[in-house]
């Protein structure tokens, strides 16, 4: 999955809890994606900014993936008001 892929498909599910690379991190419950280190991580952040869950990985695009189910979870919380 690309970078150009996961924007797109944001675009059109409407998936509106996502930090992307460059944005500041300490919103709260938002799901991550950034690079340190010739790496990639994701994560969520908790009510109160904290960041919870922190995974690397090697390969952007299964970082990415990553990051798109987790946005997928993330979004049918806050549709439901859970969060």
């Known amino acids: 999955m690309s970078r150009a892929e996961v924007r797109s498909l944001i675009a059109r599910e409407g998936l509106d809890a996502g930090v992307w690379f460059a944005d500041p991190h300490a919103a709260p419950n938002r799901v991550v994606v950034d690079e340190v280190d010739n790496r990639f991580r994701v994560y969520?952040?908790?009510e109160r900014?904290?960041?919870d869950g922190i995974r690397y990985f090697d390969d952007e695009s299964e970082a990415l993936e990553k990051y798109v189910r987790l946005l997928?979870?993330?979004q049918r919380l806050?549709?439901?008001g859970v969060i």
Do not use: E
Request: aromatic residues 0%; without cysteine; glycine residues 8%.
């Open 49 to 51: 900014g904290s960041a």
């Open 72 to 74: 997928r979870m993330q």
């Open 78 to 80: 806050l549709d439901r």
């Open 44 to 46: 969520v952040t908790s």
